[in-house]
């Protein structure tokens, strides 16, 4: 099934993410940042092949200012993963191996 990954801005950030149920999967991006641009392709196959059961949205840093600060947001890129609304996941992007850095702090709740 192929998943639609969600633009969050700081409009509908609270929205979309603080109210949902179940798994969704942030990735925060910023347009100057050659490992964002080079890991969503990833990010994209990945919603694809998780997205019946998981919701995913990319966080470009132009569009989340509030956000970014709220969560004190300096580095690009990283995953959040919220369960049920609450942040149950964070991981800062440390290596080219997008795949892996993507997954790690979704695995424990991939079934």
């Known amino acids: 099934m192929m998943s639609r990954v969600i633009t969050l801005t700081d ?3 609270d929205e979309l993410v603080h ?4 798994i969704f999967v942030i990735m925060f991006s910023a347009d100057w940042c050659l490992p ?3 890991m969503k392709p990833i990010f994209n196959n990945i919603a694809a092949l998780h997205g019946s059961l998981i919701q995913f949205g990319i966080a470009e840093r ?3 200012p509030a956000i970014k600060e709220t969560l ?3 580095s690009f890129p990283r995953v959040y993963v919220y369960k049920n609304g609450q ?3 964070e991981h800062i992007v440390s290596s080219k191996n997008y795949e892996t850095e993507i997954l ?5 709740f991939l079934p």
């Open 104 to 108: 790690k702090p979704l695995n424990p």
């Open 87 to 89: 942040l149950a996941g």
């Open 72 to 74: 004190n947001i300096k």
């Open 62 to 64: 132009n569009d989340i």
């Open 19 to 22: 109210k949902s149920q179940g």
């Open 36 to 38: 964002c641009q080079a």
């Open 11 to 13: 409009q509908n950030y």
